[in-house]
């Protein structure tokens, strides 16, 4: 029987190989270049011999590559956190039939399907120095607080997060309504019977149901934050100013198209990578823990 099993897993592997010789070449073969690359000095674009690791032990050394990693950090504790709050809230009304529910869920979901870019072009006109929302505050009498949203160190990572929160309410509300159907409502009836609050429901009986899905899209929403922000800075603040919004996606940018620095782009690259895999590997092991204490409770 075993032998049996081994033949049957080992025929599948032979099915399955022509496909995972194409995703390691898709995928894994630009991870091993850039890691070749990072352990290179680079001149005029080529590289000229091997130099260790060099390339990491300087960027270990760059204010600059801390400050990006700091604006990450700040990001994600600005984005998550209000992201979550604010489509379980809707969520919630909307899964209780608030009136215009269907409204709402399609105002929300707007930015979604929208492309990064095109959402970034269109935030950047409204926080212009001169844009509707500076009119705006002009208008009603509110010129103190005029302000040169995407141009001030002091702004121009804030707008980035308000950004970020437009753009990516709409998923989130859509991935807990999804888990909210297969609630059984007796659950939420039997609470009001006990005479539950609207607060005391969200607290006791939403969050606790939807902690799974809550901490997939957290390590969704993490890996995003840390790679796919290059539109926004690009468009919206070009990383400035100084490094006051720069993230670590644009960094590598900046120092390898920029500046030219290769082996530090690559070695930037990475440490991305890494930091990514670190984040992915917790939540599976998490995952795998409660899992065995699920099975161990049966």
């Known amino acids: 029987m075993a032998l049996s099993k081994l033949a049957t897993s080992r025929k599948g592997l032979l099915f399955i190989l022509p496909a995972l010789v194409i995703v390691c070449f898709i995928f894994l073969n630009p991870?091993?270049?850039?890691?070749i690359f990072s352990v290179e000095h680079w001149k005029y674009l080529r590289p000229t011999g091997f130099n260790g690791f060099a390339n990491y032990l300087a960027l270990l050394g760059d204010r600059h590559f801390y400050e990006t990693l700091g604006n990450n950090g700040i990001i994600?504790?600005?984005?998550?956190?209000?992201v979550i709050v604010i489509s379980l809230t809707f969520a919630q009304a909307i899964?209780?039939?608030?009136?215009?529910?269907?409204?709402?869920?399609?105002?929300f979901f707007i930015p979604v399907v929208m492309p990064d870019i095109v959402?970034?072009?269109?935030?950047t006109e409204v926080l212009n120095k001169v844009g509707p929302l500076n009119q705006f505050f002009n208008l009603f009498g509110l010129g103190y607080?005029?302000?040169?949203?995407?141009?001030a160190p002091g702004f121009s990572l804030f707008s980035i997060i308000a950004s970020l929160i437009w753009k990516n309410i709409g998923f989130a509300l859509l991935?807990?309504?999804?888990?909210?159907?297969?609630?059984d409502v007796a659950i939420y009836e039997a609470a009001e019977i006990d005479g539950a609050s609207g607060s005391q429901k969200y607290f006791f009986i939403t969050i606790p149901m939807l902690a799974s899905t809550i901490s997939v899209y957290v390590v969704l929403q993490v890996i995003g934050l840390m790679s796919?922000?290059?539109?926004?800075?690009?468009?919206?603040?070009a990383g400035g100013p100084g490094y006051s919004s720069t993230v670590l996606e644009y960094f590598i940018y900046l120092n390898t198209f920029r500046l030219q620095e290769i082996g530090i782009g690559s070695?930037?690259?990475?440490?991305?990578?890494?930091?990514?895999?670190?984040?992915v590997w917790n939540y599976l092991f998490a995952s795998r823990k409660r899992s065995r204490k699920a099975g161990e409770a049966q």
């Open 31 to 35: 991870i091993f270049r850039m890691f």
């Open 267 to 279: 070695a930037a690259g990475m440490i991305l990578i890494v930091i990514t895999m670190i984040v």
């Open 228 to 237: 796919f922000l290059f539109s926004y800075i690009h468009v919206m603040t």
């Open 145 to 151: 607080l005029d302000r040169d949203w995407l141009g």
């Open 119 to 123: 959402v970034a072009k269109i935030l």
């Open 76 to 82: 994600i504790a600005g984005v998550v956190p209000c």
């Open 175 to 183: 991935l807990f309504l999804a888990r909210l159907t297969t609630v």
């Open 95 to 107: 899964f209780g039939r608030m009136p215009g529910y269907s409204v709402y869920t399609f105002l």
